[in-house]
């Protein structure tokens, strides 16, 4: 059974920095990409970043490009989110999600495993 815990959010002014961790386990993860979400209140999930555990590749939303960026340690089972430049509208609780395919997915019905998810607030 894969699971995936989330942690490393909290309180940060505007401008700061956060890095979230994901730790994975329950599988080998070879053929599969970890991504990370975001659901800011009243709002629906939204696509944040994705990674191929093979390849390191990454791909971005729009609304991330440039200010943050995914990472992950292979031999740890860890995937990262450093986000940078924080602004208060990207106040959320961040997921992190594994999908059982090499290619990208950017919605929520392409993953097949979540965490719970860990609060990300930014103040003004």
């Known amino acids: 059974q894969v699971q995936l815990v989330e942690s490393g959010g909290g309180l940060v002014q505007a401008g700061g920095s956060l890095r979230l961790s994901c730790a994975a386990s329950g599988r080998t993860f070879s053929s599969y990409t970890l991504g990370w979400f975001r659901q800011a209140p009243g709002k629906e999930r939204e696509f944040v970043a994705t990674?191929?555990?093979?390849?390191?590749?990454?791909y971005y939303g729009d609304s991330v490009k440039g200010r943050f960026t995914i990472s992950r340690d292979n031999a740890k089972n860890m995937v990262y989110l450093q986000l940078n430049s924080l602004k208060p509208e990207y106040t959320a609780i961040y997921y992190c999600a594994a999908r059982r395919r090499g290619s990208f997915g950017y919605t929520d019905p392409s993953y097949d495993y979540w965490g719970q998810g860990t609060q990300v607030t930014v103040s003004s």
């Open positions: 990674v191929s555990w093979s390849s390191g590749r990454t």
